[in-house]
């Protein structure tokens, strides 16, 4: 069934009460997803990282503390 234009797709299109070409889509997106890329993504700067406000620092001082 992983090929388009199999016998398969009907009787599965047939099951669902969808239409073949859903079912075509469906496979390509399978095999796309089985894909890895070739060259891994590059990491995103963050613009603004925000810092700790006085009331985080002292959740974590005081839970840290128990």
């Not at 009907?10 to 009460?17: I, K």
Request: some cysteine; glycine content about 4%.
């Amino acid at each position: 069934m992983t090929s388009v234009g199999s016998p398969m797709i009907a009787a599965a299109a047939e099951a669902t009460g969808l239409a073949p070409v859903v079912i075509d889509n469906w496979i390509g997106n399978y095999r796309r997803s089985l894909k890895t890329p070739a060259f891994p993504k590059p990491q995103k700067t963050k613009l603004y990282t925000r810092e700790l406000s006085a009331y985080n620092l002292f959740c974590r001082d005081l839970l840290r503390n128990k």
